[in-house]
């Protein structure tokens, strides 16, 4: 069964840093690129950035570029997307997603909440 299960949200200060992580199950996670997205209250739901399968190159969205990163360690099957300079503008619930060329729709994890304090 296909899975991705996101952690590491929380509430943080405006200027701080967070991690989070994303753990999949299921398929071969070193073949696939992988994409985190965020959805704020009342707003539909953004790219944030990807990672291709073997971690040699990202994309990020202009809102995130400079303050995010997103790296991938294959042997552990997680992804992860390192926040820095965070803002109020970043609270929202985070998400991985996968594209599997089987899957009739793209996979998302449960997400998880990141609310930035002023």
């Known amino acids: 069964q296909v899975q991705l299960v996101e952690s590491g949200g929380g509430l943080v200060q405006s200027g701080g840093s967070l991690r989070l992580s994303c753990a999949a199950t299921?398929?071969?996670?070193?073949?696939?690129?992988m994409m985190w997205y965020r959805q704020a209250p009342g707003k539909e739901r953004e790219f944030v950035g990807s990672i291709s399968s073997s971690g040699g190159s990202s994309a990020y969205s202009d809102s995130v570029k400079g303050r995010f990163t997103i790296s991938r360690d294959n042997a552990l099957n997680t992804v992860y997307l390192q926040m820095n300079s965070l803002n109020a503008d970043d609270t929202a619930m985070y998400y991985c997603k996968v594209r599997l060329p089987w899957s009739p729709h793209d996979v998302w994890g449960q997400g998880t909440q990141v609310t930035v304090s002023s």
């Open positions: 299921g398929f071969t996670f070193r073949s696939y690129a």
